[in-house]
């Protein structure tokens, strides 16, 4: 089968994917991947779904990654030997039991994205940008190095896969705006780490500077090739749920490209038959870097760009989102909603479901917040299938549980927990066990 797929503009200009350009040369426009979805219409619905059943994690190269097992799908014009792919995707979704009996729902679950690579759902789109740029290389195409502006997450994985590709990649950070975790990853992985003192909204007005000269290939996700790979996160979920489509997604939201991605998936899918109906998608911001919140309280027909504040939830810490508009057009098509977390109630959500057996990290917590709001003002029902995006790895952020659990802060918070610090003498801990055990 000849599969395809090329970039597009609103307007209908077409350009390669093997093309280094990330605006429209004559509306600048954003650039999207449009896919021939005539060819991908000769193959029934029910066989694209045996074919990825067969795939799923498996090991021939690449197919058993959780996006190269759907490649036709995200990027066909790439050859299997320029991929680079670390077996992305194939996640955990994890049956949140427990958590879900305590706000009354039966059918919680949490997609465990950041069980990944470099912990992140970032990963899943960077594979396709990384393979990418090895196929432009190798058709003697002029890249030097590949870039990006971070909050910590899509910098580790850039590093990561450049690395695993022998490609330079060079790191725009804001300064101490990071997790020491976050910081290491591109340093381990020998990338050209460049700490700014600005926020994440500076640094992608340098890198969008820098990407003008034409060899430094751009890997934020105003580059759509991320976005091809991300989408792939809505197909492994109807695909773990045996190809029903969930009632409600909840995803934390920063530069939006993720709730984009996650729309297009459910889109293609529905386009070529493999399901019959949308979910309902909520987004959720911290309320200190919530410029889509404020847009959506107009009914999405203002949005104005914010400074945004100091949050936790580093990672979704976006002022000047670049996905804005297309993420609004998928969230209007999926009757979709925003809502905000205080600093507050994203940690207190993060630690309560830890208490049930996860370890989430802090824009996890937001999404998890905001599920809390929608159960409490009944817009989810107790049957409602409801799946919440973890983005990340808790483990990258143990400064934010550090905090939380900290026994001298004022006031304390709703879940903490201290260790106890005690001699090693077994009739004091034998004492000390009974008397803390069922308190
Ligand atoms: C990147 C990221 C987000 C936000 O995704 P966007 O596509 O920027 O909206 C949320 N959580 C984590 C952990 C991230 O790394
Ligand atoms: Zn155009």
Redesign the pocket.
């Known amino acids: 089968m000849n599969y395809n797929a090329w970039f597009e503009c609103e307007k209908g200009c077409t350009y390669p994917l093997t093309e280094i350009i990330y605006r429209c040369r004559n509306c600048n426009g954003l650039l999207e991947v449009r896919h021939d979805m005539d060819v991908l219409k000769q193959r029934s619905a029910a066989d694209w779904k045996s074919l990825f059943e067969q795939r799923y994690m498996r090991t021939e190269y690449p197919y058993g990654s959780g996006v190269w097992g759907k490649k036709e799908f995200v990027c066909p014009n790439i050859e299997n030997a320029n991929i680079i792919s670390m077996y992305e995707g194939g996640t955990n979704l994890f049956w949140a039991e427990r958590f879900g009996k305590q706000l009354g729902l039966a059918d919680l679950w949490i997609k465990q994205c950041?069980n990944s690579h470099t912990g992140?759902?970032?990963d899943l789109g960077m594979t396709v940008l990384v393979s990418m740029v090895k196929q432009i290389i190798s058709e003697s195409g002029n890249i030097r190095a590949v870039m990006c502006a971070s909050?910590?997450?899509?910098s580790a994985s850039l590093a990561a896969y450049a690395s695993a590709a022998g490609i330079p990649a060079i790191i725009l950070l804001p300064k101490e705006k990071v997790t020491r975790e976050q910081l290491i990853q591109p340093i381990a992985n020998g990338a050209l780490t460049l700490s700014l003192e600005t926020d994440f909204d500076g640094c992608m007005e340098i890198v969008q500077k820098l990407a003008a000269r034409k060899d430094f290939y751009l890997a934020n996700?105003i580059n759509s090739l991320r976005v091809e790979g991300q989408k792939t996160i809505s197909i492994e979920i109807v695909q773990q749920f045996d190809w029903e489509v969930p009632d409600w997604i909840i995803i934390?939201?920063?530069?939006?490209?993720?709730?984009f991605?996650l729309g297009l998936g459910f889109l293609m899918m529905l386009e070529l038959g493999m399901i019959d109906k949308l979910p309902r998608i909520a987004c959720a911001q911290a309320e200190r870097a919530n410029p889509l919140y404020r847009s959506f309280q107009t009914g999405f027909k203002e949005f104005s760009a914010i400074t945004a504040q100091s949050t936790q939830?580093t990672?979704?810490q976006?002022g000047n989102?670049v996905?804005v508009h297309r993420a609004i057009r998928v969230l209007q098509r999926f009757d979709g909603i925003v809502d905000q977390a205080t600093e507050e109630e994203l940690a207190d959500a993060a630690a309560r479901a830890d208490r049930t057996g996860l370890f989430n990290?802090p824009?996890t917590g937001v999404a998890l917040a905001v599920l809390i709001k929608m159960v409490e003002r009944k817009q989810i029902q107790k049957d409602d299938r409801v799946i919440v995006i973890s983005?990340?790895n808790g483990l990258k952020f143990p400064d934010f549980k550090v905090a939380y659990h900290n026994v001298d802060d004022q006031p304390k918070p709703r879940y903490l927990n201290t260790p106890l610090e005690l001699e090693a003498d077994f009739e004091n801990v034998l004492k000390q066990i009974d008397t803390h055990l069922d308190s």
């Open positions: 950041g992140s759902f970032k909050t910590g997450d899509t996700s934390p939201g920063g530069n939006l490209g993720n709730v991605a939830a990672a979704i976006i989102p996905s990290c824009h983005t990340a």
